[in-house]
């Protein structure tokens, strides 16, 4: 326990039950700021065939030729529908994919790191296993494997899917597993925000496993 102390008074707080919160914390910020972004970028691809028909910032439209640019991106070479309410989109929704599993392998790191220095236990080598999964081994082995079905769905989903979808979209290649959010083109990965949201309330449910919250049964 740490003593903080504040305008005459002292504090204790509990370095390890903050510590054990940090990913609750950090996936809670990160589906703000992901909400926010779908809102924004959904009242922009709403309103983007107007803008085409009638102009707005950024918009161009000639009014003798058959011709509209968007920021200097012209009609003419490319399908501007598809491109700003499809294409691009989805590269958002992609970005999205890579801030949660960066976040994710960042915080469990740390966290795992941390608590091993707090409990004076030996960091072990990192074997033939993935990031996650590393830090997942390690924290079983500091509180012991949950005795829970969501638990062993969670840590599977994650690792046997969105990291095997992460590393495809980081290598340009097609991922080899399915997922009835996403779609698999001959050209490209196409995310939903529904597999985002999923990927967000996946570690949402393990922070909870992490913090030693209440996990709500199905």
């Excluded at 490319?78 to 491109?83: P, V």
Aim: proline share 2%; aromatic share 12%.
């Amino acid at each position: 326990m740490l003593v903080i102390y504040m305008d005459g008074f002292s504090k204790k707080v509990d370095m390890e039950a903050c510590l054990r919160k940090g990913l609750h914390t950090e996936v809670a910020l990160m589906m703000a700021f992901i909400e926010q972004q779908n809102i924004q970028l959904d009242d922009y691809t709403s309103k983007f065939s107007s803008l085409l028909e009638n102009g707005g910032r950024g918009i161009v439209i000639n009014e003798y030729y058959d011709h509209v640019s968007v920021s200097n991106v012209s009609s003419d070479q490319y399908d501007l529908e598809a491109t700003f309410k499809q294409d691009l989109p989805n590269y958002v929704r992609i970005s999205q994919v890579f801030m949660l599993w960066a976040m994710l392998e960042k915080t469990l790191s740390y966290i795992v790191k941390r608590l091993s220095e707090q409990k004076n236990i030996k960091f072990r080598d990192r074997k033939d296993e993935s990031i996650f999964i590393y830090n997942i081994r390690w924290l079983e082995e500091i509180d012991g494997i949950p005795n829970s079905a969501p638990y062993s769905d969670v840590v599977n989903f994650l690792d046997n899917n969105v990291r095997k979808v992460r590393n495809a979209l980081v290598h340009g290649s097609q991922p080899d597993v399915t997922h009835k959010y996403f779609e698999v083109t001959d050209t490209e990965t196409i995310i939903s925000s529904n597999y985002v949201w999923e990927i967000c309330m996946s570690i949402e449910l393990l922070s909870r496993y992490l913090a030693h919250q209440p996990v709500a049964k199905e």
